[in-house]
């Protein structure tokens, strides 16, 4: 992990892909520039609430650590686990930039042929193209409630 990148080059923006028939997935030049230069071409992708999360090994480790020591106390804590560390799959990128998405993730998540890849910083995102118009139809028609937030950050 080349540390002295890490805040330059982040997972930002979003993507419109389409799954080959055995469920590849080609990930974008500007993803695999931040894997390539940051990390490594390794994901570890699993499930989450509306969409796949698709991490670098060394920021997943990050989360798991974080889980081990800080989250045992939680509410919940055990079926939290339980239900992400169930669907983690290791991906590698294949020599032309793809990821094979494992079918039980893509069944389970509804994801057909038309995806959508969303940056968030320190990984991305995966979702089915209708599940995503949907989520961010819903986003924006609840944004002011992201206003006070926002505001105590120093963003508006």
Known sequence: MNKDRVGELRFRSRSEHTLDAKGRLNIPSRFREVL????????IVTNWQKSLKA???????????????????QPGFGDFV???I??????PLDKQGRILLPGSLRTEFG????????????????????AWQNETRRTRENFQ????????LGIL
């Open 55 to 73: 991490y670098p090994v060394p920021e997943w480790e990050i989360l798991e650590e974080k889980l081990l020591t800080e989250g045992r106390m």
């Open 86 to 91: 169930s669907g983690v799959t290791e991906c």
């Open 82 to 84: 339980r239900y992400v």
């Open 36 to 43: 390539r230069e940051v990390y490594d071409e390794t994901l």
């Open 145 to 152: 409630n992201f206003e006070q937030g926002l505001s105590s």
């Open 111 to 130: 994801i057909g042929k038309e995806v959508v890849l969303n940056g968030m910083l320190d990984h991305f995102e995966i979702w089915d193209k209708t």
